[in-house]
């Protein structure tokens, strides 16, 4: 064959990045490699002659078809005579992949070494290798000398890597350059026209192996050869050649196993053509026909043994080697692939030696190698004759895939729950009842694909019948009723009995899909509840009935808005003929309600829970049917038995929900909408009456003091109706707010009214205010402004109102103190902001609460929120259900005061008393507390940040007073647990700046500076007289370090470095030095000896480089510039709270230390050339001018790095 040449740097070529790589150069065409033909051999020449041969040749081939084209596809057939080599053709895609094949077979035979090696540069450049591809003969050759010949290895003269590979007969060398990229291969790159190219490589190797199947596939020559490369290149330490060559195996695997699936028919065709000759002929004899015949049936008998061969060999080389393979990728193509074998041919491939590697690779760490395998063996269980041969995987890995249903990758779950389904439905056993009962609950999960398909398999075990049971269709429709009745029955007992979770909506969305239409059968559904059951067997219990009630109205919900219920995902866009069916369901659905919900109704006026769901579907009306159905007779039913359940009940549920339903129905463009709001008029005048008159005899009868208990319940009542309706109705021309601030006043100044009376007092009086304001708005907005006078007479109601809820903050009642608070928080909110968007006037009734409200509404707080926590032994022994309850009512209160620290109602400074319960209360208030603190941040990031600091001073201040009280002077102050949990609040307030350190810039240089000033401020009260009072604090702010650019830095080392003296520097050794140790550690990035002492690394430190840290400016991107300066740089004032200056360390004039004077004064020659803030580079010095351009770049690359 061909010697192998010496390899030269300018023989291989890397392909640009920015171009795409569609052929390789023509340097390294079919193998060849360009060199002067007088150097060549006569082995070369000859080598040579035959390529040229061979591209002479597909070119003829071309020719021939380029003169049997139309003249308009010139064009086309020039781009084909461009494209020389196999993997330009394949690339490219121009022409069908079999007349590709063709040609190439044809050469084939024509010269099997010459196309083989033309095959063999295909596999090479399609790993994106454009290097070269030599081969010699190796039978002359020792074992010995082969072995050796089998090596990869890099040549550092000419920066070249080679790989040696045995394709017999021939030893192949590929030589590359070294900086070959494995992620610009043709098989990982994105775009469509390498997806294309995947795709048009796949379809080579199919179309090879089917064209070959009758002619080349069993010489023998073409298999052994291209096993033998494949082979040798999965061993390769390049994942481009590992990938490819395992892609291309196991792509013609999957080929072949198409070969043998043809070649069984054509067995059987052969063998039924001996038979039927055998037949024929006399016994004992034998024709020239029946020894054709027998001969070629043991031809077609010994193909599949071949191709076997073939597939074990490729299988043990390629797959056996990377199925564990370090790249997901290359683990994924071998599971993908094995699936297909074990579905396409079981008769080789389903058995426990193949299985176990599907059975491995379950517990691969990457979701995707998962999802195929489960994806495989569904294919498999799919097939119920296939299932009986997996008796033993069953066994083996049930349990892994069982538990797969719980993995993090929700996909996986979705898929492992499928397979699941299909081993429950078809393996018989396999999968236990208690197996079964657990991926039930699995109908309530977040993720909704994964809920639906435990919803499929929830339907097909819950409603399954016994061979004995099993109805026919027509059976099924003459008893519908009892059909419907008994899977009901069973549904409702799964719910009751297996008390997953509370609401039956999440149960109904995922059997939506695969319930068979039982859930919309809006007859059946209602009858059931309706007609009385024939047999007692039938009739439902009072439990039963509620649940079904809840599924009703689940149902009407998932019919009218189509979308799946709060928590599982956006609203489903639905095309137009989905949205058409969903309409006329809709319609369906109403037409059945408006005619047995008010039976309904009045049938079940007494339960509360029951009547609460009926109340929720009318929002789900289609309400023109109500018209275009001519039924208006059924709304008068319904206003009444509305009516009736409002005078009736005093349960606040029912109530808001028959005044939702009023909102609902009294909508100005309906047709029915004088009908609905007459009946709401007259409801109201009925209740506004009776509440008067009860009024009037409360304030008659001894001004309160007379009235019986009776009275005042029946006034009560009467007032949390009105309450109900007046959230969603405007009652305001009935005057009920008078009315309720009248009573709100009696118990200020009087007391003994119960919290029944109070609490919806003061809930009406709030929405009669909010009524009254929503009118003003709405006539300055129809350019009609309300009179002064109205906006005087709104102003002292409001006031009124505002007074009131203070004096209630300490009321004796609990409920009444904290519903006052609340409201209180929400009016403060609505009147901060009067009179900022809208008319002058409105200013008037503009309220910001002053110091000594704060500071009660604060230690309200505190009382309420932060004040239980140490509940008593048989408090902490409740129900759970009583303790979420509390812990959701201190959730409301602490919310409502973050909102006014949010919207700068109250001062930021006090949310310093909340933060401190940070760390406390993280796990039921940690989400309220952290969204404060990005909100105050957003508002203002110096204050928020200064309230951080404040409430970790504050802290420390409370632990070194118990620590000085308890006398712990043997004990570090940084030892105890109260320290610890200080230090871990500020490492956990660190972590609420994020990663943008140019944003949070400002903030954390305060923040240092502040603690500075703290750890040295004041008197000490240790021996040691030098030792700074508040030192250890310094350890609290070292975990905002981290968050320092690395210039701000050496900035606030600076600054530290102030307050030491030189006293400090003689005498800071021991560990009550070790704070100001770690800080100074914190900052400068170094981790000294621990015997070092903190004078030495001080005196060790060298300033930073002047023309780094004395000017830098920055621009951002809204064109603000950024400036920092050391201590003691002469500058102007600045703006505290501006963003744009880091101003921190030139409060105070501080001493700037030199290189030769480590605590002495500044130099006179630094005094003289310092820059000052604001100066350009055109203003310094010459010298420092230079060095000013180039640390701005600096500085920009270590920023860009961090």
Known sequence: MIAEPSPAPDTCQKESDGQEATAPASAVQNGGCVKNPSDLTPFQ???????????????????????????????????????????????????????????????????????????????????????????????????????????????????????????????????????????????????????????????????????????????????????????????????????????????????????????????????????????????????????????????????????????????????????????????????????????????????????????????????????????????????????????????????????????????????????????????????????????????????????????????????????????????????????????????????????????????????????????????????????????????????????????????????????????????????????????????????????????????????????????????????????????????????????????????????EACSKVYSILCNEQLAIYPIVSEALHQLIDEMVKDFSQLLDDFFQEEEGFGVSEEHIFRMSCTLKKLTAFHNAHDLTSWHIGDRTLKILNFEKENGGLPAETLIPALQCSYFALLWQLELATEALVAEVPPSQEALSELNEQMTCFRLICESYLNHHNKDVNEKAFILLCDLLIVLSHQGVDEDEDFALLKFLPDHDLQSRMIEFVKDHVFGENNLPPEEMNREEAHRLDSIYRKRIILAEYCKLIAYNVVEMMTAVEIYKHYMQTYHDFGDIIKETINRTRHNDRIESARTLIVCLQELYQNHMATYRSNNSRKKQVDSSASFANIKELARRFSLTFGWDQMNSRESIAMIHKEGIDFAFHGDSQDIDYYLPPNLTFLAIISEFSNKLLKPDKKLVYYYLQEFVTDHMLLTCKGEKWHPLYCYRSSLIGTDDDAESTIASSFREWPPPDRSKVFATKRKFSDGNSMDISLPGSSRQPTDLQSDSQLSYFSWQSKTVISEDNAMGEPSPAVQDTMPRMGDSPEMLPEELAEDFHEDIDVLETDEGNL
């Not at 779950?413 to 699995?442: D, G, I, P, Q, R």
């Not at 059951?533 to 808005?561: G, H, Y």
């Open 45 to 655: 020449k000859g080598r040579r002659k035959v390529r040229e041969q061979c591209e002479n040749v597909r070119k003829k081939n071309i020719s021939r078809k380029r003169s049997s084209q139309p003249e308009g596809s010139e064009d086309e057939v020039e781009e084909m005579v461009e494209a020389v080599t196999l993997f330009e053709v394949v690339s490219l895609g121009k022409r069908a992949m079999q007349s590709v094949v063709d040609d190439w077979i044809e050469a084939y035979k024509e010269d099997r070494d010459l196309a083989l090696l033309d095959l063999i540069n295909f596999f090479i450049q399609c790993s994106g290798c454009q290097g070269m591809v030599t081969a010699e003969m190796y039978q002359s050759l020792h074992t010995s000398d082969i072995l050796k010949k089998m090596i990869e290895k890099f040549d550092e003269e000419t920066g070249l890597q080679y790989k040696r590979i045995m394709a017999r007969p021939w030893i192949l060398t590929v030589t590359w350059p070294m900086e070959l990229e494995d992620e610009g291969y043709p098989l990982v790159k994105p775009g469509p026209h390498w997806k294309k190219f995947k795709a048009n490589f796949c379809e080579f190797t199919a179309v090879l192996i089917q064209q070959c199947q009758y002619s080349i596939l069993y010489d023998g020559y073409l298999m052994n050869t291209i096993t033998s490369l494949l082979s040798g290149l999965t061993g390769s330490v390049v994942r481009a050649f590992r990938h490819t060559s395992t892609f291309a195996a196991l792509k013609l695997v999957t080929a072949l196993v198409s070969v043998i699936q043809n070649l069984d028919v054509s067995i059987h065709n052969a063998q039924q053509l001996y038979e039927v000759e055998k037949n024929r002929t006399p016994e004992g004899e034998t024709g020239p026909r029946l020894d054709e015949l027998d001969r070629k049936r043991k031809e077609c008998q010994q193909k599949p043994v071949e191709i076997e061969n073939m597939m074990n060999a490729l299988f043990k080389g390629t797959f056996v080697q990377r199925y564990r393979d370090v790249i997901p990728e290359i683990r994924i193509v071998c599971i993908e692939e094995m699936g297909s074998w074990l579905k396409l041919y079981p008769n080789m491939f389903l058995n426990d030696s193949y299985l176990k590697y599907v059975g491995w690779m379950l517990y691969d760490k990457q979701a995707e190698v998962r999802l195929k395998c489960l994806q495989g063996l569904r294919g498999l269980y799919e097939h119920k004759e296939l299932v009986f041969k997996m008796g033993l995987f069953n066994t083996r890995f049930k349990s892994r895939i069982v538990s797969m249903t719980t993995d993090k990758e929700p996909e996986v779950a979705v898929e492992a729950m499928k397979l699941v389904m299909l081993m429950v439905l078809h393996c018989e056993n396999t999968v236990s009842s208690e197996e079964c009962e657990a991926m039930y609950h699995f109908v309530y999960a977040t993720y909704r694909p994964l809920a639906v398909v435990a919803g499929e398999l929830l339907c097909k075990r819950l409603f399954c019948l016994s061979p004995g049971e099993e109805e026919t269709p027509q059976s099924k429709k003459k008893n519908k009723f009892v059909y419907s009745l008994s899977r009901l029955k069973k549904l409702i007992t799964f719910f009751l009995n297996h008390g997953f979770h509370k609401h039956v909506t999440y149960l109904v969305d995922s059997l939506w899909d695969w319930e068979d239409g039982l859930l919309r059968d809006w007859e059946c559904l209602t009858n059931l509840l309706r007609d009385k059951p024939m047999r007692k067997e039938e009739a439902f219990t009072d439990a039963q009935e509620t649940v079904l009630v809840e599924i009703i109205a689940a149902a009407v919900r998932q019919t009218a808005e189509g979308h799946p219920p709060v928590g599982r995902g956006g609203r489903k866009a639905l095309t137009a003929k989905e949205r058409r069916a969903q309409m006329e369901e809709c319609v369906r659905m109403t037409e059945r309600f408006i005619v047995v919900l008010p039976e309904l109704l009045a049938k079940y006026s007494s339960d509360i829970e029951k009547v609460t769901n009926f109340l929720q579907i009318p929002q789900y009306y289609n309400l023109n049917v109500y018209v275009t159905g001519h039924l208006e007779q059924y709304l008068n039913a319904l206003l009444k038995e509305m009516k009736e359940l409002v005078h009736r009940h005093t349960d606040l549920n029912i109530l």
